[in-house]
């Protein structure tokens, strides 16, 4: 049974609207990652929190914002959607130390 | 050069063999190697870890990592159909992963 969530699993929306996917997770994780991810291709890391009120930036440009004002809770915000950000995000939780990550089931997001 | 370098495949075994996946990686303070598969369109699921040098067994699955030469592997033992799947071998340290491009393997009948 999946400990991490993430809605919604699919989203079709319009060019220009705003968007929130939502992460959360019931481990009392400190580390939560969003990893966009495009078929067959590899995960990019695009944002990611050690804690609460702590975000950095990942490797991927990325014109996605996320907050953590709690630490069950990683949404990630597009302001502004556009069809080049069509693709997977994933988002993953790991407990504090050398551990792996557990990934949500993903939400695969298409921007018409 | 990349961080973490797969062969993309697909790698073909018959089922019952084994399944050799290897991975280097240039990052020589890399700390936390791990194996994930993933099925196509699922999101990746955490197989195995390994943090020291050596071979580490778990099932079927065997993880070996020898940092001198930076690279990690991992084999299958008795492949199954079930298998199928692309296999991710992200590095990096207790707070950051690289993932790479992945290996896919496909188990024949």
């Known amino acids: 049974e999946a400990d991490i969530y993430q809605t919604p699993r699919y989203l079709v929306i319009g060019t220009g609207k705003k968007i929130t996917l939502e992460c959360s997770q019931t481990?009392?994780?400190?580390?939560m990652y969003w990893y966009q991810q495009d078929p067959g291709m590899e995960l990019h890391l695009i944002h990611y929190s050690y804690g609460v009120n702590s975000t950095e930036k990942g490797d991927l440009s990325s014109e996605s914002t996320v907050s953590r004002i709690r630490t069950e809770h990683f949404p990630l915000t597009l302001e502004s959607a556009r069809p080049s950000h069509t693709s997977q995000y994933l988002c993953?939780?790991?407990?504090?130390?050398?551990?792996?990550?557990?990934f949500g089931s993903g939400t695969r997001l298409t921007v018409v | 050069q990349k961080e973490v370098e797969q062969n993309s495949g697909p790698l073909s075994v018959p089922e019952g063999a084994i399944a050799s996946l290897n991975c280097t990686y240039s990052d020589r303070g890399s700390q936390s190697f791990f194996w994930y598969r993933q099925y196509s369109g699922k999101s990746p699921e955490l197989i195995m870890s390994i943090y020291s040098n050596g071979d580490k067994e778990d099932g079927r699955f065997t993880a070996q990592l020898n940092k001198a030469s930076q690279y990690v592997s991992l084999l299958i033992r008795d492949s199954q159909p079930s298998d199928s799947a692309t296999y991710l071998c992200?590095?990096?340290?207790?707070?950051?992963?690289?993932f790479g491009t992945g290996t896919r393997l496909q188990v024949t009948l």
């Open positions: 993953a939780s790991a407990p504090p130390g050398n551990y792996g990550y557990t």
């Open positions: 992200p590095t990096g340290t207790a707070s950051k992963l690289t």
């Open positions: 481990m009392g994780h400190d580390k």
